[in-house]
């Protein structure tokens, strides 16, 4: 089968169409190109990053929320979570969502990668992958045998403390959970404050750190504001696709190979447009069914926060920001220094902690703010409070998107069934408790002046419960959606190669087979940073196509 050659206009050939210039596209757009006769085209649905607030870590809760950045989606209405539907943040503009993430740089346990491999996919052993992590990494503290000292993706420790993000570590310390300076070291368990994804006070996005040193190659084309509508197939081959920019619907032919680099809810959502699904939703969405695959859009698997907030006895950053002197001095502060709350990214302190003693390790992540505000992103509280959130670094709950229309422009049914599981249940609930329990300790207990959230009034473990049901919301790490693997919902192989369809990779956070125990902005990056050497090492110039074209 040959899809009809559309009567729009003709972008010409490249080597490597990409999909997204996200996380992981900015990564694949850098190293591809890095031949020049390589010829890469990435699209990007979103602007330039021209937004100020992006590059200022505090602008984090500026661009979060915001059509100007944000894709702005919501789920459908979750049983796990009492019906309720959650803003689903992901970035729309030059960096994807390295562009409005919360910055924390975090890789996830050894033992996620290990049992990657173990589920079949070859390669992504920690052993693997750690070399991708070290030529990702420019960490202001230097190489070593974990991290890398020369990469494009500078990480830096946070430049501003506060007394009772300080009293998180001591507490936790005091209750036996170590101290922490490197959770992507030789251990993650403990406490300690988060580093960065940024440079000398600024936000280091993927598009910072990939595409900004390499935007002059005559052998790169960057298209901003110009959203894939679906792939041509021939046969039972990608052989290009049809977007959507300001000179209207284009048509651009790919030599080599498609790669998919549109987000774990858009790079499925682009392929379900395309007839490649699941078959029977695809009919009933009204879309021809190219390819039958399964996978497509399952196995979604999310962190779920459930925030404790405190009353505090000491002023917070809450009192800072709202009063108008202070919050000149903040600003003066970061422009003077680059320094101070505005470098802080989206939490200050992380702890990773096992919630029950049996556990070979941590199964919960904490994110300690010393602030606090009626959901993520939204304006601070007017009295002194701070925030504790948990979330369940592997929770068991899987969860499905469905694209529901031919229109490209109809964003897919969000279906994450959050908390569908007893151990999911019961790890939420015990990871309440071990807050509360940090809480009552010193020296973190003197500054608590009550429960704000849930409230003292809650007390079961069905009414903890309860209250995650109606409160907890997304911590934004969605993933899984194409995952890699061999079984019958394996949606590419280990090579990224989509099972059944020729030149057709996906290389995003979708591609995870299990979501990793922590934050997924630098794994995503290590596997676009792995993908690029794959593809590279799999090149062969098409027949009959002259490569210099
Ligand atoms: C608010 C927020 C806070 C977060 N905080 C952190 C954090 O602190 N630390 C951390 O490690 N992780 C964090 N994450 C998660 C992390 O940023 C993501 O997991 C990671 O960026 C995903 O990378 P990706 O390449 O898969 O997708 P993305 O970075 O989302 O990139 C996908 C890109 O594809 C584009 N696109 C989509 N569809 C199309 C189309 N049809 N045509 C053209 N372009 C398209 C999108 O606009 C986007 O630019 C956060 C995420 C969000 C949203």
């Known amino acids: ?64 929320h915001n059509p100007r950045t944000d894709w702005c989606l919501k789920t459908e209405p979750d049983p796990g979570l009492g019906g309720r539907r959650l803003a689903w943040p992901r970035g729309r503009v030059l960096g994807g969502s390295s562009s409005i993430n919360g910055l924390l740089y975090i890789r996830g346990q050894s033992a996620d990668y290990d049992q990657w491999r173990q589920l079949g996919c070859e390669g992504w052993s920690y052993a693997d992958v750690l070399p991708y992590f070290r030529r990702a990494e420019h960490n202001e503290r230097g190489e070593d045998a974990f991290h890398g000292g020369d990469g494009p993706l500078y990480v830096s420790d946070m430049r501003v403390r506060r007394d009772v993000s300080d009293a998180f570590i001591d507490a936790a310390a005091a209750i036996g959970i170590p101290r922490n300076s490197d959770f992507n070291g030789a251990q993650q368990e403990g406490a300690g404050y988060f580093q960065l994804t940024a440079r000398n006070g600024r936000r280091c996005s993927a598009a910072v750190a990939y595409l900004n040193p390499v935007r002059h190659r005559r052998n790169l084309v960057i298209v901003t504001g110009a959203q894939a509508e679906r792939l041509v197939m021939t046969d039972r081959r990608a052989t290009g696709l049809i977007y959507r920019g300001a000179n209207g619907r284009r048509y651009a032919q790919a030599r080599s190979e498609i790669l998919l680099a549109a987000g774990a809810v858009h790079s499925p959502h682009l392929l379900m447009l395309s007839g490649i699904g699941p078959g029977a939703r695809l009919t009933k969405a009204g879309i021809g069914v190219c390819h039958d695959l399964p996978g497509v859009g399952e196995n979604l698997q999310d962190h779920l926060q459930a925030r404790l907030v405190y009353a505090s006895t000491r002023p917070t950053l809450n009192d800072e920001v709202n009063n108008p002197l202070l919050k000149i001095k903040i600003g003066l502060e970061y422009l003077l220094f680059r320094r101070g709350p505005m470098t802080m990214g989206a939490s200050q302190v992380c702890i990773f902690a096992r919630s029950a003693p049996g556990l070979d390790l941590p199964d919960i992540q904490f994110h300690i703010q010393p602030l606090s505000s009626d959901s993520p992103g939204e304006g601070l509280h007017h009295y002194s409070a701070f925030t504790a959130s948990v979330c369940q670094l592997r929770p068991e709950s899987r969860g499905h998107l469905e694209t529901t229309s031919p229109d490209p422009f109809t964003n897919p049914a969000i279906h994450p069934n959050y908390l569908a599981t007893e151990t999911d249940c019961a790890t939420m609930i015990a990871g309440m408790r071990l807050g509360r329990r940090l809480a009552a300790t010193p020296p973190l207990a003197g500054f608590v002046k009550g429960e704000l959230s849930p409230g003292p009034e809650i007390v079961s473990d069905d009414e903890l419960l309860d209250a995650a049901r109606r409160t907890a919301t997304t911590i934004y790490h969605p993933v899984g959606t194409c995952k890699m693997g061999h079984d019958d919902l394996a949606v590419t192989d280990p090579r990224l190669r989509v099972h059944g369809v020729a030149g057709l990779r996906v290389v995003d956070a979708s591609v995870m087979p299990t979501l990793v125990s922590g934050n997924t902005n630098a794994p995503t990056i290590m596997i676009a940073e792995k993908a690029a050497d794959m593809i590279l090492a799999d090149r062969r110039p098409a027949a009959g196509l002259d490569p210099r074209q």
């Not at 169409?17 to 890469?40: H, K, W, Y």
Request: hydrophobic residues 45%; charged residues 15%; contains cysteine.
């Open 1 to 64: 089968m040959t899809d009809q050659m559309p009567a729009i206009g003709d972008d010409g050939v490249f080597d490597y169409i990409i999909v997204g210039a996200g996380s992981a596209g900015c990564v694949l757009a850098n190293r591809l190109s890095a031949d020049p006769a390589i010829r890469v085209l990435l699209l990007e649905a979103g602007p330039p990053d021209r937004y100020p607030w992006i590059h200022i870590p505090v602008g984090y809760f500026k661009t979060m």
